[in-house]
Antibody
Framework: EVQLLESGGGWAQPGGSLRLSCAAS????????MSWVRQAPGKGLEWVSG????????YYTDSLKGRFTISRDNSKNTLYLQMNSLRVEDTAIYYC??????????????WGPGTTVTVS | DIQLTQSPSFLSASVGDRVTITCRAS??????LAWYQQKPGKAPKLLIY???NLQSGVPSSFSGSGSGTEFTLTISSLQPEDFATFYC?????????FGGGTKVEIK
């Protein structure tokens, strides 16, 4: 079964750091495009960052201003999100998602249950 | 950045109704648009990919159409389990962006 499972969420003070992890199983992780999507309490979805293509190119939403870093360890089938200089507005559920296997431009077909980050 | 505008933002409908949600992009995105359904307390679920392709396991009552800047998600006959919030997402260019969402509630 294809699965994603996030961990590492929790509470942090403004200015603090957290590292999220996403353990993947049931598919060839190394060839998958992967992203983080977040959802603030009572709000809509926001794509945060992704790693795409065989070269592992990384992309971020503009508002992060270099505070977050996405990475992957294909030997461990794990995706990471290092979050530094956290702000209250980073409070959200963070979802790990897989790009569609036919093309990462088609959509995101597998979502983890999410991990909650609270900054206060 | 490409902005996606969904309409309506809220929709009240009855079981059996035909429902249409629109997503407009601020610039052309060819067919790189996806639709998701999210129920309270759950992760979103992919319904439609590449504008008009039904994701495996999704009921055929869902359909998507459009290209360029205007897209629609249609539910041909609303079922009790379909009441949820729906989002569109563009994957044409970075940063990827989502629409603001359409909440479909029972009338």
């Amino acid at each position: 079964e294809v699965q994603l499972l996030e961990s590492g969420g929790g509470w942090a003070q403004p200015g603090g750091s957290l590292r999220l992890s996403c353990a993947a199983s049931g598919f060839t992780f190394s060839s998958a495009a992967m992203s983080w999507v977040r959802q603030a309490p009572g709000k809509g979805l926001e794509w945060v960052s992704g790693v795409f293509g065989s070269a592992g190119s990384t992309y971020y939403t503009d508002s992060l201003k270099g505070r977050f870093t996405i990475s992957r360890d294909n030997s461990k089938n794990t995706l990471y999100l290092q979050m530094n200089s956290l702000r209250v507005e980073d409070t959200a559920i963070y979802y790990c998602v897989r790009g569609h296997p036919l093309s990462s431009s088609f959509g995101m077909d597998v979502w983890g249950p999410g991990t909650t980050v609270t900054v206060s | 950045d490409i902005q996606l505008t969904q309409s309506p933002s809220f929709l009240s409908a009855s079981v059996g109704d035909r429902v249409t949600i629109t997503c407009r992009a601020s610039q052309g995105i060819t067919s790189y648009l996806a639709w998701y359904q999210q129920k309270p307390g759950k992760a979103p679920k992919l319904l439609i990919y590449a504008a008009s392709n039904l994701q495996s396991g999704v009921p055929s009552s869902f359909s998507g159409s459009g290209s360029g800047t205007e897209f629609t998600l249609t539910i041909s006959s609303l079922q009790p389990e379909d009441f949820a919030t729906f989002y569109c997402q563009q994957l044409n260019s970075f940063p990827l962006t989502f629409g603001g969402g359409t909440k479909v509630e029972i009338k």
